[in-house]
């Protein structure tokens, strides 16, 4: 998996705050009329699925709670089902939550080490038994429910809910989740807000008069533009081959059949 630096949690939901807050959700035609969300279960799993695709290679996203290695992109660790990155401190995060809830686990004798490296790419104090101890971790469903709470806290409902904000659709919803899974939402020009800020300068979204189609192209477009700032992200084919590829054919509601590629590989939902 490779994305930019995030926020922690704790800072992000602060920021997330600030940002709904000041956007109000206007009774547009288009808002009411997504009585399904990307927050149904069944697209739930699409969206799973389809972030997989781009981060895993893969459709099974639940073989990726053991999931970890460093990918030498300068975050340390990269972990989980979305990415828990030891120096952006998401990871910390997510093992003080799990330590909460079970109290002596495995990884929590590495919460002093992952309070150290937070904000570097260093292994100081996780090395040699922290990635056989995360897939022990993994093993148990607690582990396994706390990354969901995570996902859905951090990225999945934020962007779900800045999406419905604006009067997106499904496909709307899952392209705020995408982008904020790989740029996070902090204050730097990559971030999501920033991504998005830069399409409102192109279109307005559905809740403030715009047409959904032409707002989520100048999205994409700015998404683009994101992710070729940085050389890790310079293939846009998860935009290009997939995402675009929906908005084209007017599949705003992202209903199966779908078929999709990512880095040229392909990949399907029925």
């Given at each position: 998996m490779k994305h930019p630096a995030r926020t922690s949690r704790r800072t992000l939901l602060a920021l997330v705050g600030a940002s709904l807050a000041s956007?109000?959700?206007?009774?547009?035609?288009?808002?009411?009329?997504?009585?399904?969300g990307l927050d149904?279960?069944?697209k739930k799993e699409i969206a799973m699925k389809l972030v997989s695709s781009a981060e895993n290679s893969s459709l099974d996203w639940k073989a990726q709670y053991k999931y970890i290695e460093d990918i030498g992109d300068g975050r340390g660790y990269t972990a989980g089902i979305i990415g828990f990155c030891s120096g952006t401190g998401d990871m910390l995060d997510l093992v003080e939550l799990y330590t909460d809830r079970r109290p002596g686990n495995v990884l929590a004798p590495y919460l002093p080490a992952l309070?150290?490296?937070?904000?570097?790419?260093?292994?100081?104090?996780?090395?040699p038994n922290f990635p056989r101890d995360w897939a022990r971790a993994a093993q148990d469903q607690e582990f396994r429910r706390a990354q969901d709470d995570e996902r859905d806290r951090v990225y999945f409902g934020p962007a779900v809910r800045q999406g419905k904000t604006d009067g997106l659709r499904v496909l709307g919803q899952f392209a705020y989740y995408d982008a904020i899974v790989m740029h996070g939402d902090g204050t730097d020009?990559?971030?999501f807000r920033n991504i998005r800020k830069r399409a409102l300068n192109q279109a307005r979204p559905p809740a403030q008069g715009g047409d959904e189609v032409t707002?989520?192209?100048a999205f994409l477009d700015a998404r683009v533009w994101a992710m070729k700032q940085e050389e890790a992200h310079s293939d846009t084919s998860r935009v290009d081959t997939a995402q675009?590829?929906?908005?084209?054919?007017?599949n705003l509601d992202l209903n199966p059949p779908l078929d999709w590629k990512v880095y040229g590989d392909s990949y399907h939902i029925g």
């Open positions: 956007v109000p959700l206007l009774n547009s035609p288009h808002a009411s009329a997504a009585a399904v149904d279960p069944a309070r150290r490296v937070d904000g570097t790419d260093s292994h100081d104090g996780l090395d020009q990559t971030s707002y989520l192209h675009r590829v929906f908005l084209r054919a007017g």
